[in-house]
């Protein structure tokens, strides 16, 4: 079966649109202004000379989608209402009306687009998906049964499972689902192995760290999964193999303070206050409104000797955190 078009297409335009969007003024736009702006207005042109033609709505829809979806909403729907055999237009509204949150219209609107398209598996995904927001799991669950046998949708159908057992807080099963779901992958989603492994070290089950090294691989400009390894392995108190995790996550972002932080704790709690104050003040200048880091670089130069500097420091973490007592103490005590 033909894949739909109106992600493939919706995709190629958003730098068109956020550039749109950032060259816009500040305040709301009116409908009026968006429709008239630079890249919609000779559509919006041709369509009052052709107000019936349903590609020209189809066509402003996806212009519209990435930044103003209640409008591209009206107009896809337009687009289904002129012609209403093309599945296209009826997902492309039912995307809309997920992004903007009309749930129910949203399950209603892939609804008829399966009636174009019948067992299409993409739309059975995404009208169980509207389902799972109206909290309507049986339809939802039925719809996954169908996608488990379909090679082509049968990660999403497991993913579908492990989400309705999350709403259910039932970890167990949706940890089930979300393994059966990377497992049949043919290339899992990011946010598929971090739920799992998320869901996994709330358990404090190592069997999360591969999941968290397999994002990390698929995203290996992220920091956040192996941060989040770095977590887990100091609750198994590996604590060289949760170091090696923190230093891959800020090669991966040299700019992620979390990191830099955990491994400024470390050391501080193995007495090596020159290697914490190292971290603290990369900490201090990856986020240089950060109270915390500022108070414990100020640690760090306390138990070095360098009190002038530490009290620079204590100030500093007290004038960004007005209720920052330890702060406030420190001050105090080094003012004397």
């Given at each position: ?8 297409i ?12 950032h060259n ?5 736009p009116t ?7 630079d890249i919609?207005q000779?559509?919006?042109d041709?369509?009052?000379?052709f107000?019936?033609?349903h ?7 996806l212009l519209?989608?990435n930044?103003?979806?209640?409008l591209a ?7 289904a209402?002129l012609?209403?055999?093309?599945t ?6 039912g995307?809309a009306a997920?992004?903007?949150g ?8 892939f ?5 174009t ?9 995404k009208?169980?998906i ?5 909290k309507?799991?049986a339809?939802?669950?039925?719809l996954a049964?169908?996608?488990?046998q ?25 940890i089930?689902y979300l393994q059966?779901g990377v497992?049949v992958?043919?290339?899992?989603e990011?946010?598929a192995?971090m739920?799992?492994?998320?869901l996994?070290?709330?358990r404090r089950d ?9 994002a ?5 400009a ?10 887990l ?7 060289d ?16 303070e ?17 290697d ?12 240089p409104?950060?109270?915390?880091a ?11 000797g ?11 973490a ?16 080094l003012?004397?």
């Open positions: 079966m033909r894949k739909l078009t109106i992600l493939a919706g995709l190629a335009i958003v730098a068109c649109n956020q550039q749109q969007a816009s003024q500040q305040q709301e409908v009026d202004s968006v429709l008239h702006a919609i000779p559509i919006t041709s369509l009052q000379q107000p019936d033609n590609q020209l709505y189809y066509r402003r829809a519209l989608f930044t103003h979806p209640e909403l009206k107009d896809f729907q337009q687009a209402t012609d209403a055999g093309n296209d237009y009826w997902a492309g509204a995307e997920l992004v903007t009309n749930n129910k219209l949203a399950a209603d609107l609804t008829k687009a399966l009636g398209a019948p067992g299409y598996p993409y739309l059975q995904y009208l169980a509207a389902q799972v927001e109206e309507q799991y339809a939802a669950d039925s049964d169908l996608l488990t379909s090679k082509e949708g049968r990660d999403q159908a497991y993913y579908l499972k492990a989400r309705i057992a999350e709403d259910h807080q039932d970890t167990t099963n949706a089930q059966q497992a992958a043919t290339k899992p990011y946010e192995l739920e799992l492994a998320d996994m070290s709330t190592a069997k999360a760290i591969p999941y968290y090294v397999q990390w691989r698929l995203d290996s992220n920091a956040s999964p192996m941060y989040c390894a770095g977590q392995y100091e609750q198994l108190k590996q604590t193999a949760a170091m090696d995790a923190y230093r891959k996550s800020i090669v991966a972002d040299p700019g992620y979390a990191s830099y932080m955990a491994l400024a704790h470390i050391y501080r709690q193995q007495n090596n206050w020159k914490a104050f190292i971290f603290y003040n990369l900490a201090a200048k990856a986020a409104t950060d109270a915390t500022y108070y414990y670089r100020a640690m760090s130069n306390e138990k070095l360098k009190k002038e500097l530490a009290l620079e420091d204590y100030i500093k007290s004038s960004f955190r007005k209720d920052y007592e330890e702060a406030k103490a420190a001050i105090k005590r003012s004397k």
